[in-house]
């Protein structure tokens, strides 16, 4: 029998490439998708000595063409930080409607399943806490993380009308702050800056006074629940996350210990709308995919100081992998 084939946009991003071994691991085939703006051809190099590898250069706002069968699309492809979205304002936007257009049309086109990367950015700064699926959200479309959140909204909002309309097979994953080896230096997110500043000795920028909270997910386990809800017959949206919230501030001491640095803590101002509480209610994922989190952090920030350590002894990044515009 014909191996499975799978398409991944974003493939060669953090988490797009975890997935990519993954579902080599699983005996797909895989045909990894990215224009390289944020991914990394580093994040999957390893990944060519597999003959079920194949990457292509492209960026998916455009028309997407992949000969032969293709069983399931992941759309993973996006700006996915802070600085990100600031400096890449437009291409987040298309990515997100756009680029889920052409990865929806494309699995419409080849009977494919479709599994959409949604965001807990959907609820904006929650006025409901912990988040549950149900809970609609509390979005500035016109500040600046509104690029995203609109963008994934409407992603998402495409993805159930062409359930709805064409009985497409599809999956929303809502995707909380996951973190793990691969992610770029200067992404801007919290982890890679605090490793990074830790690694280096310089002191850990803390954004406000760090008491917003975030819940931080290992990308392996991350990775297990979203290979779960494609096997499920869920159509609505799934939060994927870890739910064990704590302040940015516990945070930011947890990498100073976990890397032994002798970093203090500098504060920052805050970001206009950063969230001041993210805690995802996974009551639906544990009872429909059997699924939750196992990583403990500790753990989770061991597994990722190898790469980080690996990265800054390169020394400096630009802020995009890539710099290019
Ligand atoms: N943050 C911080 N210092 C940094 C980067 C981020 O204090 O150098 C804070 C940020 O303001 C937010 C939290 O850490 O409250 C998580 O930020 P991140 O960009 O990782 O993800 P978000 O959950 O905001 O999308």
Redesign the pocket.
């Known amino acids: 029998m014909a191996r499975p084939r799978v398409l991944i946009t974003g493939g060669a991003g953090f988490l797009g490439s975890h997935l990519c071994e993954r579902f080599l691991a699983e005996g797909f085939e895989v045909v990894c998708m990215d224009n390289l703006i944020t991914g990394d051809m580093r994040n999957v190099e390893q990944l060519f000595r597999d003959a079920s590898f194949h990457f292509e250069k492209r960026d998916v706002t455009e028309h997407i063409h992949v000969p032969g069968p293709v069983d399931a699309v992941l759309h993973f492809a996006s700006p996915?930080?802070?600085?990100d979205y600031l400096e890449l304002p437009i291409q987040t936007l298309k990515v997100g409607s756009l680029g889920t257009h052409k990865a929806l049309g494309l699995a419409h086109a080849k009977k494919a399943r479709f599994l959409l990367a949604s965001?807990?950015?959907c609820y904006g700064d929650p006025l409901v806490h912990p988040q549950s699926e149900d809970y609609w959200g509390n979005v500035n479309p016109v500040g600046p993380?509104g690029v995203y959140d609109e963008a994934k909204r409407f992603a998402e909002a495409m993805t159930m009308a062409y359930h709805r309309f064409h009985g497409l097979d599809t999956r929303i994953v809502r995707i909380?702050?996951t973190?793990g080896p691969r992610m770029r230096l200067r992404?801007?997110?919290?982890?890679?800056?605090?490793m990074s500043?830790a690694l280096r000795g310089e002191a850990?920028?803390?954004?406000?006074d760090?008491s917003?909270?975030?819940s931080f997910c290992y990308v392996d386990d991350l990775v297990e629940g979203i290979w779960r809800l494609l096997n499920s017959k869920e159509h609505l949206p799934v939060n994927i996350g870890n739910p064990t919230e704590m302040t940015?501030?516990q945070?930011?001491q947890a990498v100073i210990e976990a890397t032994g640095s002798k970093s203090g803590i500098e504060f920052?101002p805050?970001?206009v709308d950063?969230?001041?509480v993210?805690q995802p209610d996974i009551s639906k994922a544990r009872r429909l995919l059997g699924w939750e989190p196992k990583v403990a952090l500790k753990d989770g920030l061991g597994r990722t100081l190898d790469h980080f350590r690996a990265r800054v002894a390169l020394g400096p990044e630009p802020t995009r992998a890539q710099g290019v515009r």
């Open positions: 996915a930080s802070p600085i965001t807990s950015e993380r909380f702050n973190y992404d801007g997110r919290a982890l890679p800056a605090f500043q850990l920028t803390v954004f406000g760090g917003q909270t975030r940015i501030l945070f930011a920052r805050l970001p950063d969230p001041k993210r």
